[in-house]
């Protein structure tokens, strides 16, 4: 069983090929095939590129042997993402000595970063198209059809795709991911993130509004709204400047289409995430009971070097707030061990915050130094590796007796969960999800993907709830 629970060194998802989803009739001359890596916002992107090539009558196919371009939708955000996908550029080189007509494009954070470079330095690269320039994709594939290597990697302050209708190609029908916003200005030390994805924008409440009402009468019953700062989302109606909408008012309102569509939404910075959103969640009972609050670090010395912009103690005090108001929500984070100058102390500290949150689920890093970030600017990247994974060893060990814990005390309670399909060891059970966000196997009976069921637990694992159902919910 795959844990669920914790994930080490690399919280990104490697390598996932998209296909045509089951309903998908309709019949292409030309075919890509794409494969994401990086965040879900990167893989709900890849969603909007398949959109935008439909439009240009590309259909998308798994055969790596059938496509006439290929696409790598990249992630920059450690040093280890991009090894990945120069490994796998190497692969493709076969293909291409085969097919000469075939086209690869290297699409994402990674083409951002690197630009013409990328075109220098990987051979059969065609195509380097930064994130928000995948509107020019068709044309940039016409260029590239005539022998042309082409770039395209400009950012903008304005765009959304808030009009595109991503096309769900791998999707399991009943959850899907909906970005309510892109790029960043927080500007932490260690980030890439706010040179690959460039400056915060917000897309329009209407179409955000539009796409999860869309998603929930197709029969899906779980939306997830992504940003890498969704607290920071800000919207002012062009047409009645007076209505302005933050994340808690955007958060109700996905919340209102219906009571049976399950609202998720990630990442919050702890610095955002008012009282008034805490308030919105506690008040539906259809948004879920769960926040991913990145933490980074339990020394306020080091917070302050990657400028986090809250202390230790701040941070705590949001973990209180969270509990008092929402005393069942579940709490996950992401951690770096080895950030430079920091000490054994400033260690302890991280550990003694994990022992204070005692979060249900984290992503734990060992910090990589990404070119150009402030940190690799400033500070010298002083932690040995060894020291760096040690201390990474430490503070999953650590996790992993809480989230054990956190399995633990669910074992004997009765959740609601949404059926998402078929359990990967068997066909006889189900897998759902409840409202914290853990996995829930139980025996199939007559229920079936989409429904809600009640599901008392009878075990656990270190990831994943074992139970029964106690009926429709
Ligand atoms: N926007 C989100 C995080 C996006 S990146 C937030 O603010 O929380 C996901 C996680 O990757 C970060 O939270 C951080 O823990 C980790 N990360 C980012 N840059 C890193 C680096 N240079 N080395 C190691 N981990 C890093
Ligand atoms: Fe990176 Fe910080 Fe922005 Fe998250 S909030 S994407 S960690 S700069
Ligand atoms: Fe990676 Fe870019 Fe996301 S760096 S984590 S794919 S925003």
């Given at each position: 069983?795959v844990d669920?629970v ?6 990104t998802r490697?390598?996932?090929a998209y296909g045509p989803?089951?309903t ?18 990167n893989?709900?992107?890849?969603e909007?590129?398949?959109?935008i ?8 196919t798994r055969?790596l042997e059938?496509a ?6 990249t ?10 996908v ?5 692969e ?5 000595q085969r ?8 699409l994402g954070?990674?083409?951002?970063r ?10 059969l690269?065609?195509m ?5 320039a995948?509107r ?5 594939i016409?260029e ?7 770039v395209?990697v ?5 765009e959304t795709y ?12 009943v959850t899907a991911?909906?970005s309510?916003?892109?790029?960043c200005n ?6 890439v993130?706010p040179f690959?994805r ?9 179409s955000?509004?539009k796409?999860?009402?869309?998603l929930?009468n197709k ?9 890498q700062n ?8 062009p ?5 302005v909408?933050?994340f808690?008012?955007?958060?109700e ?10 609202v ?7 610095k955002?995430?008012?009282?008034e959103v ?7 009972e ?7 609050l ?7 010395r080091?917070?302050?070097?990657m ?11 949001k973990v209180d707030?969270i509990r008092e108001?929402?005393?069942?929500c579940a ?10 100058t ?16 005692r979060?249900?689920?984290a992503?734990?890093f ?11 600017r ?8 060894d020291?760096?994974r ?5 503070v ?12 633990q005390?669910?074992?004997g ?10 359990s990967?060891?068997?066909?006889e ?6 409202d914290q966000?853990?996995?829930v ?6 229920h ?7 599901v008392?637990?009878?075990d656990?694992t ?5 139970g029964?159902?106690?009926g429709?919910?």
């Open positions: 069983m669920q914790t994930k080490v060194h690399d919280e490697q390598g996932e989803a089951a998908e009739t309709q019949s292409y001359t030309k075919k890509f095939y794409i494969e994401s890596y990086g965040c879900q916002m893989f709900n992107d890849s909007i590129v398949a959109s090539l439909k439009e240009d009558g590309f259909g998308p055969n059938e006439s371009l290929i696409l790598l939708n992630c920059s955000i450690r040093e280890k993402a991009e090894v990945t120069r490994k796998r550029l190497t493709f080189r076969k293909i291409k097919n000469p007509e075939l086209l690869v494009g290297v954070c990674m083409a951002e690197l630009k013409s470079k990328l075109i220098e330095e990987e051979k690269v065609d380097v198209v930064g994130p928000d995948y020019t994709l068709p044309a940039l016409e590239a059809e005539t022998g042309q290597k082409t395209n400009l950012l903008s302050r304005e808030g009009d595109i209708n991503p096309v769900r190609l791998d999707s399991n029908g991911f909906v309510i916003m892109r790029g927080n500007m932490c030390s260690f980030c993130v690959t460039g400056r915060e924008r917000s897309r329009d409440m209407d955000v509004i796409e999860a009402t869309d929930f029969g899906y019953r779980e939306v997830t709204l992504l940003g969704v607290d920071s989302y800000y919207w002012v109606n047409e009645d400047a007076s209505t909408i933050t808690a008012n955007l958060l309102k996905v919340a209102q289409i219906s009571p049976l569509l399950r998720r939404f990630s990442t919050s910075h702890p955002d995430i008012t009282d805490l308030f919105v969640i506690a008040k539906y259809n948004i879920c009971n769960y926040i991913h990145p933490v980074q670090s339990g020394s306020t080091i917070l302050q070097l400028n986090r912009t809250y202390t230790r103690e701040w941070y705590m005090k707030r108001i929402l005393p069942d709490l996950s984070t992401d951690v770096i061990t080895g950030f430079c920091e000490t054994e102390e400033d260690h302890q500290e991280t550990l003694s915050m994990l022992d204070y949150a979060y249900d689920l992503y734990m060992f910090y990589s130094e990404r070119p150009g970030t402030l940190a690799a400033r500070y010298q990247d002083d932690i040995p590796e020291v760096k040690r201390r990474l060893a430490e999953v060990e650590l996790h992993r007796s809480h989230s054990l814990l956190s399995m005390k669910d074992v309670k009765t959740f609601k969960v949404l059926v998402e399909g078929t990967k060891r068997s066909e059970h189900l897998f759902g999800r409840t966000n853990k996995v196997i139980f025996p199939k009976e007559d079936k993907k989409g429904d809600y069921v009640w008392k637990v009878t656990c270190a990831g994943t709830l074992l029964t159902s106690t429709k919910a």
